[in-house]
T-cell receptor, first 114, second 115 residues
Framework: DGGITQSPKYLFRKEGQNVTLSCEQNLNHDAMYWYRQDPGQGLRLIYYSQIVNDFQKGDIAEGYSVSREKKESFPLTVTSAQKNPTAFYLC?????????????FGPGTRLTVT | QQQVKQSPQSLIVQKGGIPIINCAYENTAFDYFPWYQQFPGKGPALLIAIRPDVSEKKEGRFTISFNKSAKQFSLHIMDSQPGDSATYFCAARFGGSSNTGKLIFGQGTTLQVKP
């Protein structure tokens, strides 16, 4: 059963703590993406990676970090430097990175920081 | 130049009506235009997509109309049903040598189809 998994579905953290969101895909896609979704603001790109061990900042990378050590995995860390971290986080993948246009999304993780 | 402008922000239609969602762009380097459907609490799902060399594409009750000269494209939902109530996003992707695979998304349209 191919697809993109994100865990956990809901995550609660105290302000000042770093938190890592998981994203795994078994679609053999080269490219992976992280988006943030806030009500009424659509999807905003945080980071993306076209290949293992390489990634680029998106439009709102401040306060976030990523790694891409394996093709299947692209974890996102929300650091304490992110001023407003409460949001719905979506991971996506597409592949090959310069061939297949279609981008597929995971089910999302809702992060609440208090 | 990298923006995709989507309208309306929200839309209410009766069952059987034909909601139309519009998107406009400026950058002619875009070469792929997908539409996504998102239900509350779920990830967006690819609905239908079009390339700029095609003026219309139909998949089931969903149709994309594309006007390359006006740099506009729209989604039409024929015979809309209450189950179509969702948020719809248009998007655009850069083509050619600047192709990184990433999409530029519109702001989204929340559609409600009343029974």
């Amino acid at each position: 059963d191919g697809g993109i998994t994100q865990s956990p579905k809901y995550l609660f953290r105290k302000e000042g703590q770093n938190v890592t969101l998981s994203c795994e895909q078994n679609l053999n896609h080269d490219a992976m993406y992280w988006y943030r979704q806030d009500p009424g603001q659509g999807l905003r790109l945080i980071y993306y990676s076209q290949i293992v061990n390489d990634f680029q900042k998106g439009d709102i990378a401040e306060g976030y970090s990523v790694s891409r050590e394996k093709k299947e995995s692209f974890p996102l860390t929300v650091t304490s430097a992110q001023k407003n971290p409460t949001a719905f986080y979506l991971c996506a993948s597409s592949g090959p990175s310069r061939g297949n246009y279609e981008q597929y999304f995971g089910p999302g993780t809702r992060l609440t920081v208090t | 130049q990298q923006q995709v402008k989507q309208s309306p922000q929200s839309l209410i239609v009766q069952k059987g009506g034909i909601p139309i969602i519009n998107c406009a762009y400026e950058n002619t380097a875009f070469d792929y235009f997908p539409w996504y459907q998102q239900f509350p609490g779920k990830g967006p799902a690819l609905l239908i997509a079009i390339r700029p060399d095609v003026s219309e594409k139909k998949e089931g009750r969903f149709t994309i109309s594309f006007n390359k000269s006006a740099k506009q494209f729209s989604l039409h939902i024929m015979d809309s049903q209450p189950g179509d109530s969702a948020t719809y996003f248009c998007a655009a992707r850069f083509g050619g040598s600047s192709n990184t695979g990433k999409l530029i998304f519109g702001q989204g349209t929340t559609l409600q189809v009343k029974p």
